[in-house]
């Protein structure tokens, strides 16, 4: 597609739940980043891949939160026992890494509501 | 971990006016960019800036690179109903480390403009 597109749209679960969120990013981009976002708040940094590895996992909050990315696309961000706090957009984005300029885009995001 | 600072939180301005915006690091960047959030969307790029010193303009937005590498700017002239929105910084910068080579986008906190007619 012409752009990042990310599903599903909207995510209702309960707490203590697994959800997967999925991702994907607009073709031949190498980079892709995952972000949460919470009401009324700025974007929080959750995990980065170049191709299908991911040199920074840094942003990860807790070990109930992994990703993978297959075959340099699509990648997949699961949250496992989901709990209230998490609660949030969650927000992809892809770049062209080895170009330059570098510019991120953003998909509609992932609205995970957990009750 | 690095933190940018973005000032104002938020504007409320009349429609016509100019608005400055600014985001500062306590790290450097290899590049800034300016991304503008709409209600229920993701981000979406405005201006990227790619050198210190670098005035970039698109349309009625104007933003500059800081010659420290350190700081950038968005200006928005004459400002129309359709500029609300949030506007965001982010500062991007590539290190090679043991694991390979990463790119870490960084965000500010965000300016919330409205604009009254």
């Known amino acids: 597609g012409a752009g990042v597109s990310q599903s599903p749209s909207n995510k209702v679960t309960e707490k203590g739940k697994d959800v997967e969120l999925r991702c994907d990013p607009i073709?031949?981009?190498?980079?892709l980043y995952w972000y949460r976002q919470r009401l009324g708040q700025g974007l929080e940094f959750l995990i980065y891949?170049?191709?299908?590895?991911?040199?920074?996992k840094s942003g990860l909050p807790s070990d109930r939160f992994s990703a993978e990315r297959t075959g340099e696309s699509v990648s997949t961000l699961t949250i496992q026992r989901t709990q209230q706090e998490d609660s949030a957009v969650y927000l992809c984005?892809?770049?062209?890494?080895?170009?330059?300029?570098?510019?991120?885009?953003f998909g509609a995001g992932t609205r995970l509501s957990v009750l | 971990g690095q933190q940018l600072n973005q000032s104002p939180q938020s504007m409320f301005i009349q429609e016509g006016e100019d608005v400055s915006m600014n985001c500062t690091s306590s790290?450097?960047?290899?590049?800034w960019l300016w991304y503008k959030q709409d209600p229920g969307e993701g981000p979406v790029l405005l201006i990227a800036?790619?050198?210190?010193?670098e005035l970039t303009s698109n349309g009625r937005l104007t933003a500059q690179f800081g010659i420290t590498r350190k700081d950038s700017f968005l200006n928005i002239s004459a400002s129309i109903p359709s500029d609300v929105g949030i506007y965001f910084c982010?500062?991007?910068?590539?290190?090679?480390?043991?694991?390979?080579?990463?790119?870490?986008?960084?965000f500010g906190t965000g300016t919330r403009l409205q604009v009254t007619l």
């Open positions: 984005a892809s770049s062209l890494e080895q170009a330059i300029p570098r510019k991120p885009y």
């Open positions: 073709s031949g981009h190498t980079a």
């Open positions: 891949f170049q191709g299908n590895s991911a040199p920074d």
């Open positions: 790290s450097i960047f290899n590049t």
């Open positions: 800036l790619y050198k210190a010193g």
């Open positions: 982010a500062g991007l910068i590539r290190s090679v480390g043991a694991t390979g080579t990463a790119s870490k986008l960084t």
